[in-house]
């Protein structure tokens, strides 16, 4: 069973950063591609970021330039760095593979952009 654990959520005012972080139980790791996704109340969830097993990323367009993500194959684990922050990106964040397995869903974090 595979277990991702996210963490680094917060309330933070517009403007400001967080950093997110996700431990994933994954043997394989460094041969997978992973997402970080987030769920806004009321809306469905949105994949933000996804990064490649050779480090290759990609972005939802509005979150471009202001969120990074990068992983760590040794320690396994994906970051997300969350910069210049609006109140539109308040949601739980999630990550998981990409694309994602239903069965590997975790608790998410909750990110908050409030002033």
């Known amino acids: 069973q595979v277990q991702l654990v996210e963490s680094g959520g917060g309330l933070v005012q517009p403007g400001g950063s967080l950093r997110l972080s996700c431990r994933a139980s994954?043997?394989?790791?460094?041969?997978?591609?992973m997402g970080w996704y987030r769920q806004a109340p009321g809306k469905e969830r949105e994949l933000v970021a996804r990064i490649s097993s050779d480090g290759s990323t990609d972005y939802e367009d509005s979150v471009k330039g202001r969120f990074t993500i990068s992983r760590d194959n040794a320690q396994h684990t994906v970051f997300l760095q969350l910069n210049s922050l609006k109140v539109e990106d308040t949601a739980v964040y999630y990550c998981n593979t990409d694309p994602p397995s239903v069965t590997n869903w975790g608790q998410g974090t909750q990110v908050t952009v409030s002033s």
């Open positions: 994954i043997t394989i790791f460094s041969i997978i591609s």
